[in-house]
């Protein structure tokens, strides 16, 4: 029977609208960026206790990603795994945040990317990511890069990091300039945060929001969510391993759900949560009792869902 429904999830035409770059890197190809590193103990990093344990392990990820090189190389491995999932789209998070952190050329690391993803079969936008906790002038300036690819493979703006250091409506401004220059907005809220920090989000314009999860605290976020037509993108195995839900039977994804809140399934940073999206598609099968039915509608809004009009020239060349 799982057979029967592995065919079933891989044959589904699906996009993958959450995942960030620099969260896919596998164990072993940062061992082959770096021949110091063994597998073993760079899974020994890929455990956490707590949100704060898998931003310290993300930041670490990120100090071994050095040249352009090493961006376009763990492009080409994340298109290709999401490729043999039966990804047909993806809507990439680039931490433009922490490279600009780094010192690094944010222009010349996208160049990389565009050029590599142009390559495969995965049709695919990017989103350039700030870091909330970095500040609202570290936000303007990856608003300002993002607006200068704006219809050249970049189609949104986001912020993800510590949700819990500045609120949101501190880069309405940012926001606003983002979406001036035609890109969509897609904060992070309602991961760590609690309902409230959702509706903030909704209020400050956004299209989409990463995890979102807390809005099935209270009923009348919900409402505004399915009023808004605004989807969560749901991150199951994500939430478990970085403790912000304790158990799969806590987890609020099948309420969600029922009440008519969007959602779309995602990885988020599939090898540091061990998992990936298909992983994500069985478990809402295997223990949220997802129908073939539902999974083929949530495969169905992952598409419907995604930015793929705003730039329809992007880097893998979709029409």
Known sequence: MMSEMDDLLRALPKAELHVHLEGSVEPETLVELDRSLTVEGVRKHYVYNDFRGFLDTYKWVNGYLRTSADYALITRRLLERLAREGV?????????????????????????????????????????????????????????????????????????????????????????????????LVPHAGETGTADTVREAVKCGAHRIGHGIAAAQDPAVMNLL?????????CISSNLCTGVVAS????????????????????????????????????????????????????????????????????????
């Open 248 to 319: 799969l039977d806590q987890h609020p994804v099948r309420r969600l759900w029922d009440a008519g809140v969007p959602i779309v399934l995602n990885s988020d940073d599939p090898p540091m949560f061990h998992t990936t999206l298909l992983d994500e598609y069985r478990i809402a099968a295997k223990h949220f009792g997802f129908t073939p039915n539902e999974l083929r509608r949530l495969a169905e809004d992952s598409l419907r869902y995604s930015f793929r009009a705003v730039d329809p020239t992007g880097p893998s060349g979709m029409v």
């Open 88 to 184: 047909v789209h993806a809507e990439i998070n680039i931490s433009a945040g922490v490279i600009l952190w780094k010192r690094q050329d944010v222009d010349a690391m996208f160049e990389a990317v565009a050029e590599e993803a142009a390559r495969h079969s995965v049709s695919t936008l990017f989103i350039f990511d700030a870091v909330r906790q970095f500040g609202v002038e570290a936000a303007w300036a990856v608003a300002r890069h993002a607006a200068k690819w704006a219809g050249h493979g970049v189609a949104a703006f986001g912020i993800g990091g510590d949700e819990l250091a500045i609120p949101l409506s501190a880069f309405q401004e940012v926001f606003d300039f983002a979406q001036s220059h035609g890109l969509r």
């Open 226 to 234: 399915r009023e808004r037509d605004t989807p969560l993108e749901v």
